[in-house]
């Protein structure tokens, strides 16, 4: 008898044991890494090789054709508005304004012998000794004296005009950027002989392939770098 409550109280003992065992421990939470989405710039970069130059340029030409004898500014001068920057050979037209010259003084010439002529005639007429014939010939000849002087005067101030655009001058200040006639060569009316980047703002100037404008971004980067 006694061994056997000494066996029940053993197992008891071990049964209330296993009921004392502390609870698991609680899962504890995982680290997540966690990444935002953004939109970025994606395939390769394309380089291209360009120029700066100025947003507005401008080509200065002589409006009558001759022989350059003297530009003034080479490419990297600065010019002012006023400056002249080329120079033709001013034979011709000096030797044109010599002889429109000549024609206005012979013209009015002309004219003061018409006029006097005409004064005489109208007296006379209007005294009886001359007929009405000759005081309209007379008004005849002193208009169309008139008309020869005003169209010698015309051609002198052409002839002038002609001498001033044997000499190039800058309408803007900037810089020469390119020269297209040197001394020694003959320049047409129009022809570009000197060119100046005015003063002001700056563009980037490059070709792009039309494959890369084509299925390029819309809103692309660009970046320069002198």
């Not at 004064?119 to 007429?125: A, N």
Request: one cysteine or more; charged letters at 20%.
């Amino acid at each position: 008898m006694v061994k056997v409550r000494i066996v029940a109280v053993f197992l008891a003992t071990v049964l209330l044991a296993g009921c004392d065992e502390p609870a698991p421990p609680a899962p504890q939470a995982r680290p997540v890494r966690t990444i935002t989405v953004q939109r970025g710039v994606s395939g390769e970069m394309a380089s291209a090789t360009g120029q700066v130059r100025a947003q507005n340029e401008v080509n200065l030409a002589f409006r009558t054709e001759g022989r350059l004898i003297e530009r003034t500014v080479n490419v990297g001068d600065t010019v002012t508005a006023g400056q002249v920057v080329a120079r033709l050979d001013p034979q011709i037209q000096q030797n044109n304004l010599r002889n429109a010259e000549a024609n206005l003084s012979a013209a009015q010439g002309v004219l003061t012998e018409a006029r006097a002529t005409f004064v005489r005639q109208q007296q006379l007429v209007g005294q009886g000794f001359a007929t009405r014939a000759r005081f309209d010939q007379a008004q005849r000849d002193l208009q169309n004296a008139e008309a020869q002087v005003g169209s010698a005067q015309a051609q002198l101030r052409n002839a002038r005009e002609q001498l001033d655009f044997a000499e190039l001058r800058a309408t803007t200040p900037g810089a020469v950027i390119a020269v297209g006639k040197w001394p020694g060569e003959v320049v047409s009316a129009g022809q570009m002989v000197v060119q100046i980047a005015l003063d002001g703002g700056r563009d980037a100037v490059f070709d792009v392939s039309a494959q890369i404008i084509n299925r390029g971004p819309r809103d692309p980067l660009v970046e320069l770098a002198l």
